[in-house]
């Protein structure tokens, strides 16, 4: 097995990111591993419902939640995930700047969406002396919500190191993986975020 | 990197080899001899419970003491005594068996041992720091989280350590399986071990996120303020005990499940005969992690769950006896008009049949949830568990242990002692365990500093107490022939059993550190027996030869892991004083700073050359 | 870098268009999905009726990034798509216990 | 081969020597002689249990012997290869259908006396009894009867009686042996059980579920009389004078004491609903000191000497003026003649 890893429009493979070894190891596993994200989150989405109404006579979620900013985060994050499809895209069409490029926009809106939750934070936290420790309903509110935005914090931080250090040296079989694996990993943020925008906050403005 | 090289090397240069290694062989090995260290920890401390509870109303040890002592005992020996040890087993030998060079991600695997060996390391540290944690290896709320000083704090720590490790393992096990198997290794020729390691790997995944949750939940309670576990803010004392035993269930089986898979290794090599009904052997197991997964809530019979939940928790958990009676029954029939040698590694398997078979009956005794009523927390109960831990996982350690030694470490163990440790170990723990069925049902709870006089206890507790100095004893003589092995024991050749039927004994002993120098062409179940069968002398390869890609050993594994054991102190300490965040920014600086390099440095591991491999001997 | 691309065979070139096209559809269906969950819950219609749609809604839509986004759809992803299915079945009995058998 | 057969052999002895001590095990704590209906029902599915699980073992065991008699390699023919068997279907059919059926016969009649124990249709029209857990001591207020008592329950034989079980601190568990089997205190909901005791009797009750370091020595204690003494103490029990004068200096100096030390702010006398201590009515009838002593004056003073060594991290230690002994002798002195009713243990037959 040679280790040339630089890409060459003829040897081009059809999917530079599963193409060696390392590659499958590094999507699979990624793979795996969120089948066990699922039911981390699905343990701190159950603690939220067994919770959720124990509010110890503190705000309630029909007193905090409000429509419109959870509706501008959820398409921040939705459209994060078309823009990280149209960068593996580019990466399949070995075009590298504009891969570059979708993936900056996805950074970027990730940003947004984290700029967006800080604000609520602090807006829970000031307004409404909502925090962490109020009640039982507290707890559980700021630690699924905040599971996800650690892990928003955590795919950009591994995006922005990708982008940066791959900037100079153009793709190659020995990066494609990583950056590939790093796209599925953010569609899972997304798919952890519409559940919790329906059933946090949705399902907690109606009930 | 040759293989010439790493004979004849200073004491530093094998100790900076082993911290930094990624070679399979060698982590299994580190796990393996990590976790007997723990066990025979965790062994003292069982040895301290018992000579506690010899006479009535003794105080050998203080009551709190006492709580600290089964907490430590119970944790070591499950997170940090039989699950690495296991976890070293498929490590050392999964790839072998289905013919790989290593496993998919060598540089987390290191990863994964030093995280677990420093979670147990964080673990024991509580008792030199204020206290070990005292509130069960369960640590039910809210006692875990009004526990004073910063016991439980170790306790939180040091699990979620050792479980981010086991689940790096887990994951590698998984990719590993699924993506290096040798050329013809479909799924349905793995051999058992691999299948086995293969299931638990899927528990391991599924289950240690929701134990991740739950003391995440219990450190927030304790270090954050925040209100899970508080009743007066609203938090509910239960939650803990389901994500703890969503987690906890799974878990017994990924101990049990590898040690089945030892057994099915065993047995045909030592009966000369082909595994009886491989495919039943391979679905039982799937239906045992699938069942496994829904039982949980049996241990929490008397919670007050409502009688719809414990019936159906009851009958779910009861039918987890069908796939593991068609295990059972299938061993049996493998020895039935077989050609049974008896050695040590093959007594220790025999022993497991009986003593299991007790165990697992008792646990269907205990699932009959109205009986639980009575038997629940009691001796009944730890009576049952170290049955099928002990008389399960451990035997199928020590039976993998003499097994597998030459594939490990050269050499074979010394029968003489191998027996003389059996047999004071096997008759040491029945004498230990046996009674505690009875001292359970005559009212005797579990996790009891002291019985009291008059009570009709104090005869069985002594026996149980004199049974665990017997199987004390036993382990004492298995460290005695280990040493001696290491020091004159004979040097094992590839199949030292001459009946080996897979793949690691088609390689020298130990195995060489790429394992296959050409990738063997696997052509049935049992590929070894299959050559062996047509007169072959060796596997047939499936490839010419070639130079052979090595990933780098690396320290980075290592200083991540104590960036984060570093954070986990400032965790731990924070909430004493403020200063200690600077501590913990410090470690995680440390494991971030770590994880930066590794992913910005580029790693594309050397090549072992093909005249070096022609040179060596076969 | 566009004359690379222009070298790739064209047949591949057109399958990966092909692709991209589906995910752009179904990233529209999502944000209508996305729209219809928040309306419904905008317009206060009935507890019992609007958990269930929205709830249905954020499986339909979790399914799509799965498939199309995700590509477990793919050949080559049986295994992947067997350990997710299994992760969600244990995400399902969690959920369900924490939701029935727990008091408050 | 004999060896294993003697390894057998042991181990049945072991068995057996094993069942013959259980016979011994202490009267009213065992539960293995049921006297109450929870118990009654574990010991029933306890013995369909037991004769299954014996019938498996055996013919596990039987096989497995037979199997190592018959097929160890033969001296000189080490050699030998036997056939390879791959597997065989029927076989596997009836060694998975015969354990299905087996646990089938298990399965049925526990859902059906799980069901059964969980069954409180009736519990309006008996005897309810609020249980709280407390480390480490167990409280009892008898609904809507003003009564206030702790350790000692007293019950009345041959009648259902719904215990309405909850904790103060952390989860203890509710576990009388001989009369029904254990249920837990959480300290955030109510659990109910009920429990009937067939014989009259001072019954052992247990706390079930690790508590802090005083877990083994939550002792308590089930009274069962007839249902006429029953309604004697409990007439007796709501007519207690909490200042009834002693019947000594010595004990009129402790009564003196027991109000200047504050033990009132934990300790009522009477049925006031005090309850961060053990109640202490009609002290001088208590089976045990604490849950564990022997009740005499000596243990008593003791206890209110030095109650940490006694049980450790209990919540009296350091919560209470220390005491000299003079004082605790006539503290002593006065609880003891706390002898509010005259239905007590012995009237029970213990
Ligand atoms: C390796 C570990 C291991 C294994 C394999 C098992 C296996 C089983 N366990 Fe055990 N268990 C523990 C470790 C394990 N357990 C531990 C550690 C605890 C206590 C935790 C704590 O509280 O600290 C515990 C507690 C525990 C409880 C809770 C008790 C209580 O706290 O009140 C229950 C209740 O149902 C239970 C049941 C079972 C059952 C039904 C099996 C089954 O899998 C057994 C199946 C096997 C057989 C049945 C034998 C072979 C079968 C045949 C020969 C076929 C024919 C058989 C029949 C028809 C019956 N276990
Ligand atoms: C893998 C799991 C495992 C293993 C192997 C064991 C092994 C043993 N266990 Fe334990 N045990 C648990 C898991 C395990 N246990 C758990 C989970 C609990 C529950 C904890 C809780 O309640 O929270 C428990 C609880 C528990 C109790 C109940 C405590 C209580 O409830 O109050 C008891 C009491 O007898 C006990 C005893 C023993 C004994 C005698 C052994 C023996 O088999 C040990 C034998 C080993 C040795 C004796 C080592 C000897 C070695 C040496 C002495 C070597 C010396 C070395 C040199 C000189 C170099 N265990
Ligand atoms: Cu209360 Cu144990
Ligand atoms: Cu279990």
Known sequence: MSQDHSLNPESFPQDPAKATQEGKHKYIGLWFFLGGETVLFACLFATYLALHQSTAGGPSSQDLFGLELVFIMTILLLTSSLTSVYAIYHMKNNNFKKMQLWFGITALLGIAFLACEIYEFAHYIHEYEFTFRSSAFGSAFYTLVGFHGGHVVFGLSWLIALMVRNAKRGLSLYNAPKYNTFAIYWHFIDVVWVFIFTVVYLMGMVS | MSIASTQNKGFGAILWDYLTTVDHKKIGNMYIAAGAFFFILGGIEALIIRIQLMAPENDFISAGLYNEMITMHGTTMIFLAAT???????????????????????????????LFLFGGIMLNLSWFLGGAPDAGWTAYTPLSTQSPGHGVDFYVMGLQLSGAGTLMG????????????????????????????????????????????????????????????????????????HLFWIFGHPEVYILILPAFGIFSEIFPVFAKKRLFGYSSMVFATFMIAFLGFMVWAHHMFTVGLGPVANAIFAVATMAIAVPTGIKIFNWLATMWGGSIRINSAMLWSLAFIPSFTIGGMTGVMLAASTADFQYH?????????????????????????????????????HEGMGKIAFWLFFIGFHLTFFIQHFLGLMGMPRRYWVFLENQGLDTGNLVSTIGAFLMALGSIVFVINVVYTTMKGEKASADPWGTGRTLEWAISSPAPEYNFKQLPLVRGLDPLWIEKMDGNVKMTPAEPLNDIHMPNGSILPLIMTIGFFIASLGFIYQVDSKAWLIVLYAGMAIALGCMLIRSLKDDHGFHIHKEDLEREAD | MTDHTNKLNSFRRHKQKEEMKHQVITFALMIIFTLIAFLVVAAGMDKTYVIPVILTLAVVQVGFQFYYFMHMKDKGHEVIAALIYGGIWIAIITILTFTTIIWW | MSRWMGKMKALIMLGFVAIVLSACGKENLTALDPKGYGAEQAMDIMILSIIIMVAVFIIVMLVFTIALVKFREKKG????????????????????GIPIILVLVLAVPTVISVFDLADTTDASSSLNVEVTGNQYWWHFNYEGEEIQTSQDLYIPVGEKVYLDIQASDV??????????????????NVNTMYIEAYEEGVYWGKCAELCGPSHSLMDFKIVAVSPEEFDAWVEDMKNVDPEQTPQNAVATEG????????????????????????????????????????????????????????????????NYPSLSEEEANSIAEYLMQLDHSDVTPESAGN
């Open chain 2, 84 to 114: 690495p040890i296991l976890v070293g087993f498929m490590n050392a030998i999964m790839p072998l068996q289905i013919g790989a060079r290593d496993v998919a991600f060598p540089f987390l695997n290191s990863l994964g041992f030093w």
């Open chain 2, 170 to 241: 887990g994951i590698n096990f998984l990719v590993t399986i699924v993506t290096m198997r040798a050329p013809g290794m479909t799924y349905m020729r793995m051999p058992l071990f691999t299948w086995t390691t293969f299931v638990a790997s899927i528990l391991i995944l599924f289950a240690f996120p929701a134990l991740t949750v739950g003391l995440f939940l219990l450190m927030f309670d304790r270090m954050f303020g925040s209100a899970f576990f508080d009743v007066a803010l609203g938090g509910n004392s239960v939650i803990w005990q």
């Open chain 4, 171 to 188: 989860i203890h568990s509710f576990w009388v042996p001989t009369i029904s089997g254990k249920m837990d205190a959480n300290p955030e």
């Open chain 2, 377 to 413: 927390d009691t001796y009944f109960v730890v009576a049952h568990f170290h049955y099928v831990i002990v008389g399960g996982v451990v035997f199928g350690i020590l039976a993998g242990l003499h097994y597998w030694w030459p594939k490990l470490f050269g050499k074979v163990l």
């Open chain 4, 77 to 96: 023919q080490e050699d030998y290869i036997p056939k390879q068997v791959e597997g065989n279907h029927t076989l596997e059919i009836v060694w998975t």
């Open chain 4, 255 to 318: 009564q003196e004491l027991f109000e200047a030390n504050n033990c009132m702010a934990c300790h009522a006398i009477g049925s006031s609903p005090v309850a961060t201590g053990p109640n202490l009515t009609n002290y001088a009838n208590r089976t045990k000191i604490a849950g564990i002593l022997e009740p005499t004056t000596e243990n008593l003073v003791d206890w209110l000497l030095d109650p940490e060594t006694i049980k450790p991290g209990n919540k009296m230690t350091g």
